[in-house]
T-cell receptor
Framework: GEDVEQSLFLSVREGDSSVINCTYTDSSSTYLYWYKQEPGAGLQLLTYIFSNMDMKQDQRLTVLLNKKDKHLSLRIADTQTGDSAIYFCAESIGNTDKLIFGTGTRLQVFP | DTEVTQTPKHLVMGMTNKKSLKCEQHMGHRAMYWYKQKAKKPPELMFVYSYEKLSINESVPSRFSPECPNSSLLNLHLHALQPEDSALYLC???????????????FGPGTRLTVT
């Protein structure tokens, strides 16, 4: 199947790091993505990683990719209340532009 | 301008109505997408247009009819919908199709559709 799994909910204190995990299915995915969705809004691309990379850092965001285990994670350093949202990982299917989104993780940041 | 606009923001329609959702972008993107997102679920791809031609149809029922009249506009015509079609309909655009680069998909805010 094409299920991309994420844990449903994560709660962190402001200033701490958040780690959101994702398990994907298609080993031929060229790129893997992290999107953010705030309430009532569309999706915003946060970052992506090419499938032959292990890690990518982009300011407060660090993406780790374990291709053997098909595991992707997003670490947000110094998490702020404005980071509260739903985070979706997504994989591109083979060499297509079709994105399969994960089940989504709701991140709640408390002061 | 990196904005994708969608109208209307909210739509309530009966099962016998015909309505249309509209999406517009002025970024010069040549690929445009329709997604359906049910509550507390991830977006699911419905259609992809590339250079104004339908490229992907994810086996969507014919009561949903997409149209791309020009490179900036994407419509979704709705007819004889069912209550289970109630969802957030998201439009997105990207520079092009092709896996050589991760062409970022820019999403609109969506149209929240309720079918009564």
């Amino acid at each position: 199947g094409e299920d991309v799994e994420q844990s449903l909910f994560l709660s962190v204190r402001e200033g701490d790091s958040s780690v959101i995990n994702c398990t994907y299915t298609d080993s031929s995915s060229t790129y893997l993505y992290w999107y953010k969705q705030e309430p009532g809004a569309g999706l915003q691309l946060l970052t992506y990683i090419f499938s032959n990379m292990d890690m990518k850092q982009d300011q407060r965001l660090t993406v780790l990719l374990n291709k053997k285990d098909k595991h992707l994670s997003l670490r947000i350093a110094d998490t702020q209340t404005g980071d509260s949202a739903i985070y979706f990982c997504a994989e591109s299917i083979g060499n297509t532009d079709k994105l399969i989104f994960g089940t989504g993780t709701r991140l709640q940041v408390f002061p | 301008d990196t904005e994708v606009t969608q109208t209307p923001k909210h739509l309530v329609m009966g099962m016998t109505n015909k309505k249309s959702l509209k999406c517009e972008q002025h970024m010069g993107h040549r690929a445009m997408y329709w997604y359906k997102q049910k509550a507390k679920k991830p977006p699911e791809l419905m259609f992809v247009y590339s250079y104004e031609k339908l490229s992907i149809n994810e086996s969507v029922p014919s009561r949903f009819s997409p149209e791309c009249p020009n490179s900036s506009l994407l419509n979704l015509h709705l007819h004889a919908l069912q209550p289970e079609d109630s969802a957030l309909y998201l439009c997105a655009s990207s520079q092009a199709l092709g896996s050589r680069a991760p062409y970022e998909q820019y999403f609109g805010p969506g149209t929240r559709l309720t079918v009564t």
